[in-house]
C-alpha cells in the first residue's frame, strides 16, 4: 500500500487534498452490524444459502474488520480528493 507521501506526490500536480480521513474505526462498527444482523436472520437463510456461504461471509467480514483495524491498511475515505480540478497556483 503507498504512503501518504506517496499518495500526495502521485496527486499533487492534478488534485487539492481538501481532506484525509481514515475509515477504519468507524467501518470496524458497521462490518460488526452487519455480521450481527445477518447471524441472527441466519435461519430464515441458511436453506437457501447453505453452511458454506454463511462461513464464507463471516470470514469476509471479520477480515475486513481486522484489515482496515491496521492504521497502514486502513481506507481513506470522504473528501480525500473532494473534486477533480487543476491545481491552484
Known amino acids: 500500500m503507498p504512503s501518504i507521501a506517496q499518495i500526495g506526490a502521485a496527486v499533487e500536480k492534478s488534485f487539492v487534498m481538501e481532506d484525509w480521513h481514515l475509515i477504519g474505526p468507524d467501518y470496524d462498527r458497521t462490518l460488526m452490524a452487519w455480521f ?6 441466519w435461519d430464515q437463510l441458511k436453506a437457501k444459502y447453505g453452511e458454506r456461504f454463511y462461513r464464507l461471509w463471516k470470514y469476509y467480514l471479520h477480515l475486513l474488520r481486522r484489515i482496515l483495524s491496521r492504521p497502514a491498511c486502513s481506507t481513506l475515505a470522504n473528501r480525500l480528493l473532494e473534486a477533480w480540478r487543476p491545481r491552484r497556483l
Open 36 to 41: 450481527e444482523n445477518f447471524d441472527s436472520g
